[in-house]
């Protein structure tokens, strides 16, 4: 089964610097990655997916993360943070049947003026 | 296109008491999947359903159950409630799963308090 860690429960960060978010999973076999965002009381929204292809992958609101298959990390970043991007995030893995997906403890994102 | 819906919003129960919680995929989904998430634990994948069968559960006890009807809705039961039952449980639905990429699209959850 895969498993996923997320290295940091808090980020804070100051508006317009940039963030990372670090997360490494783990899997004997191939897999999808995925990070979603949960917004204070409202359900997960996909931010962006790595499914094949180029390791550089680009999401929505400015968000991009690159797959390390060596590292077996997929960390994602923002050049410039924004006060609304205040929220907790989630790194995900599944098996290619993708019904099975596993999801990290989550970093919650907090950008201050 | 309606998104995932989940009733109710938030649900007050005792311990020992049976929850049931309901979700409606978005049209056209026959796949729906139930997570858990519990404070400080993230989110933990409880049940997947898709075209009316069990076909893969997390690692929860038999008292966690559901199912799901011939319209792709789904219901969560869990029975025996106990206090770390509490959570906020989200539902997903997406195309059907098992084969390649088919994206889950989360609903709004329902918060569980058990007193």
């Known amino acids: 089964a895969q498993s996923v860690t997320q290295l940091d429960s808090q980020v804070p960060v100051f508006e317009e610097a940039p963030v990372e978010l670090r997360c490494n999973y783990s899997s004997s076999v191939s897999v999808y990655l995925f990070w979603y965002v949960q917004y204070p009381n409202q359900g997960l929204q996909l931010l962006l997916k790595?499914?094949?292809?180029?390791?550089l992958v680009k999401g929505i609101n400015g968000f991009e993360a690159e797959f390390n298959k060596s590292q077996t990390s997929f960390h994602l970043r923002k050049p410039s943070v924004h006060i609304s991007d205040t929220a907790e995030y989630f790194c995900?893995?599944?098996?290619?049947?993708?019904?099975?997906?596993?999801f990290g403890a989550g970093t919650r994102l907090t950008v201050k003026p | 296109e309606a998104g995932v819906t989940q009733s109710p919003t938030h649900l007050i129960k005792t311990r020992g008491q049976q929850a049931t919680l309901r979700c409606s995929p978005i049209s056209g989904h026959t796949s729906v999947y139930w997570y858990q998430q519990a404070l400080g634990l993230g989110l933990q994948f409880l049940l997947w359903?898709?075209?009316?069968?069990?076909?893969n559960r997390g690692n929860f006890p038999p008292r966690f159950s559901g199912r799901q009807f011939p319209n792709y809705s789904s219901e969560l039961n869990v029975n025996a409630l106990e206090l770390e039952d509490s959570a906020l449980y989200l539902c997903a639905s997406s195309r059907r799963g098992g084969s390649s990429y088919n994206e889950q699209f989360f609903g709004p959850g329902t918060r569980l308090t058990v007193l």
């Open positions: 995900a893995v599944s098996g290619l049947n993708n019904n099975d997906m596993r």
């Open positions: 790595y499914l094949s292809g180029s390791t």
């Open positions: 359903y898709d075209e009316g069968e069990e076909r």
